[in-house]
């Protein structure tokens, strides 16, 4: 049976029988060929070419050992010292199953920007509330103002005094009396006279209360409109506060919405990274594997080999 | 209307200055009117007591130069002249103190106009303040936070 270094592994042919080159010749290709493929960094392989050979032995030992075992149905527990191969084998066996990589944990990229959008917004909140509770205040200041103006002003023809008569009746009744005009004639015609003034000052006093009705209606209808500008007023604000807090919000939304897509596409971008990890990890161990099995698989039982493999995480 | 916020308090003087030089100028006038209503009526006084003693004078001769000194035609033609100067007195009275009342209203008339015109401003200006602060408001989008 042929070793593994004196197989071409390109051609699966024996480099004896190609090349007639002695055993130990073979040996030394395959060995160039084992330090390229599996490494010198591997434990317990040798560096030098009297180290290798010495090595190449101790696997030469160790299948003949392990084919005594397999022929009496026995196994050998691999020896912990003394054969560099046993040792590397044993240290491979030792390590534990290779576990999945631990996926670190996500750190958000975007919160810092979400949490500042959330600020700014809750602080654009406020400001317009302080707005509208500014303009509120304005307002009102301004109707109040109005309405005090307009319950202060005075009725000009509420003010109004009755003037009155310019020429007293005794005097006529003195003048009348010297001309020798009779007392009934006397008192008949100031009778006539004063039924006269009464009748003018009634009718003047009607305009005058006319006149005063229709200015406190006017007054009172300005104190109504002060008090409907009022509500509508507020009314406007409220709805424009509404409007903006909507714009808010929804600008809000947006940005929000815009963060948590780009952190869907981070942590998929990492879940990509972290799962090309996990598989560079285990091709690289099971390139190792696959290194050794081939360069001394056939020295090495079956069951060693599965045990390897599964190690490798295949 | 978002262009007038500035000058509220301009525009709400102005008005009112405007309306109170009316009044005023108005005020003054129906003044001088008065006065001049009471000095006409006085002197119409003073000329119907003079002209009315001068021919009550005269009218009482003349009874006399036809021995009617004492008759009953004397006495009734004396009274109704006497009457008669009394109603003249009286409508002269009567129509100053007329003037005089319609002196009086026009002064109220123009003191209502200006009171409503002053409460049109002031009601303007709570308007014009109104849209200031609502206009203000119109902003907001654009100031940020």
Redesign the interface.
């Given at each position: 049976m042929l070793k593994p270094w004196e197989i071409d592994r390109r051609t699966g042919t024996s480099y004896k029988k190609k090349t007639g080159t002695t055993n130990r010749d073979t040996q030394s290709a395959a060995l160039s060929r084992f330090k390229d493929q599996v490494g010198l960094e591997a434990p317990g392989i040798p560096t030098d070419a009297a180290g290798m050979t010495n090595w190449l032995q101790s696997i030469d030992n160790t299948y003949a050992k392990q084919k005594a075992a397999a022929n009496n149905a026995q196994t050998t527990p691999p020896s912990s010292g003394g054969d560099a191969t046993q040792d590397a084998l044993a240290a491979l066996l030792s390590q534990p199953a290779a576990p999945a990589p631990e996926p670190a944990p996500y750190v958000d990229p975007y919160a810092d920007a979400r949490a500042e959008a959330q600020r700014a917004a809750e602080a654009r909140r406020q400001f317009l509330q302080q707005w509208a509770s500014g303009a509120r205040m304005t307002m009102n200041q301004a109707s109040d103002n109005a309405a005090a103006m307009l319950a202060a002003q005075v009725n000009p023809y509420e003010q109004i005094q009755m003037i009155a008569p310019s020429i007293a009746p005794s005097v006529y009744e003195t003048y009348l009396q010297q001309a020798g005009v009779s007392p009934e004639q006397v008192q008949a015609l100031i009778s006539v006279s004063a039924a006269e003034q009464a009748a003018n000052d009634q009718a003047y006093q009607n305009m005058l209360d006319v006149l005063a009705g229709s200015t406190n209606v006017a007054r009172d209808s300005r104190i109504s409109d002060v008090e409907l500008a009022r509500a509508l007023g507020g009314l406007d604000v409220d709805n424009r506060l509404m409007a903006s807090m909507l714009g808010v919000d929804e600008g809000e939304a947006a940005a929000l919405a815009k963060f948590a897509e780009l952190t869907r596409q981070d942590q998929l971008a990492a879940d990509d990274r972290a799962y090309n990890r996990g598989q560079d990890s285990r091709q690289e161990r099971l390139d190792r594997v696959n290194s050794i099995v081939s360069a001394i698989g056939d020295q090495l039982d079956p069951t060693t080999i599965l045990e390897m493999y599964a190690q490798a995480g295949v | 209307m978002a262009g007038n916020y500035a000058d509220l308090g301009l525009a709400y003087s102005q008005r009112v200055r405007s309306a109170g030089s009316q009044r005023d100028a108005s005020l003054a006038s129906n003044a001088y009117g008065r006065f001049l209503s009471q000095q006409r009526?006085r002197r119409q006084?003073t000329d119907l007591t003079r002209t009315s003693n001068n021919q009550?004078g005269k009218l009482a001769a003349s009874y006399g130069v036809r021995g009617l000194r004492n008759s009953g035609v004397r006495?009734r033609g004396?009274?109704d002249?006497?009457?008669g100067?009394?109603?003249q007195?009286?409508d002269i009275?009567?129509r100053?103190?007329?003037e005089?009342?319609q002196s009086?209203?026009d002064?109220?008339?123009v003191?209502?106009a200006y009171?409503?015109l002053?409460?049109?401003a002031?009601?303007q200006?709570?308007?014009d303040?109104?849209a200031t602060?609502?206009s203000?408001?119109?902003y907001?989008?654009f100031l940020?936070?």
């Open positions: - | 009526g006084q009550l006495q004396v009274s002249f006497a009457t100067v009394q109603q007195s009286q009275a009567d100053v103190r007329q005089q009342q009086v209203l002064d109220a008339s003191s209502a009171e409503q002053v409460a049109d002031e009601l200006k709570m308007r303040i109104y602060a609502l203000l408001q119109d907001m989008p940020g936070s």
